[in-house]
């Protein structure tokens, strides 16, 4: 089992850039595929992106690609994300999530773990 807390969020304008990070608990962080989600008020909650447990591949929704980076560090038990170019479109609870199992879609329901989430506001 894995307990995640996620950090960094905060109001930014439009064009800024923030780093999220996720803080790990528990024992076998480097076998647990991690990823971020996103929620606005009134919207589901949405893929953001992804990384293996290794690190080597990522992968990103269409919306963000180019914008963000996912990234982890496995010694310190945490997964980052930069975020760059902000839009208000952005704006949203962060959520961290982790799971074990390797394949299948990058859904919501198919994460194990989750994080509080931590609000990004990008204003414009």
């Known amino acids: 089992q894995v307990q995640l807390t996620e950090s960094g969020g905060g109001l930014v304008q439009a064009g800024g850039s923030l780093r999220l990070s996720c803080a790990a608990s528990g024992r076998f962080f480097n076998s647990y595929r991690m990823a971020w989600f996103r929620q606005a008020p009134g919207k589901e909650r949405e893929f953001v992106a992804a990384?293996?447990?290794?690190?080597?591949?990522?992968n990103y929704a269409d919306s963000v690609k180019g914008r963000f980076t996912i990234s982890r560090d496995n010694a310190k038990n945490t997964v980052y994300l930069q975020m760059n170019s902000l839009k208000p479109e952005d704006t949203a609870v962060y959520y961290c999530a982790a799971r074990l199992s390797i394949s299948g879609p990058n859904t919501p329901g198919r994460y194990d773990y989750w994080g509080q989430g931590t609000q990004a506001t990008v204003s414009s």
């Open positions: 990384i293996t447990s290794s690190g080597g591949s990522t």
